[in-house]
């Protein structure tokens, strides 16, 4: 199994920028793919980001292309989200989420059914 824990939430101005982290402890990171979800008071929880084992496929949810980069080091057991050009919208509480499961494509990494593993998340305000 892995735990996983997110860093670097907090408050920033709309068009700014800020970091996330997740740590992965336990089992080796490298054998999951893995996420990064939200979800803003009142709405479902959505995909933001995904990445393949090593990192070299990414996904994206059609919000936040162009301005959300996800990114991992499977040596350092973390995985990040470099956010910029925020908007008051993407408010939300962010989580890191990792599975096992064999597949690829979109729906590998979009459907939050396919995750076994969650971190506790973290509150990004964007205020305008």
């Known amino acids: 199994q892995v735990q996983l824990e997110e860093f670097g939430g907090g408050p920033v101005q709309a068009g700014g920028s800020l970091s996330v982290s997740c740590a992965a402890s336990?089992?080796?990171?490298?054998?999951?793919?893995a996420g990064w979800f939200r979800q803003a008071p009142g709405k479902e929880r959505e995909f933001v980001a995904g990445i393949s084992l090593h990192g070299g496929i990414t996904y994206y949810a059609d919000s936040v292309k162009g301005r959300f980069t996800i990114s991992r080091d499977n040596a350092r057991n973390t995985m990040s989200l470099q956010m910029n050009s925020l908007k008051p919208e993407d408010t939300a509480v962010y989580y890191c989420?990792?599975?096992?499961?064999?597949?690829?494509?979109?729906?590998?990494?979009?459907?939050?059914?396919?995750?076994?593993?969650w971190g506790q998340g973290t509150q990004v305000t964007v205020s305008s």
């Open positions: 336990g089992r080796t990171f490298s054998y999951y793919r």
């Open positions: 989420a990792a599975h096992e499961n064999i597949c690829q494509g979109y729906g590998c990494y979009a459907d939050s059914d396919k995750y076994d593993y």
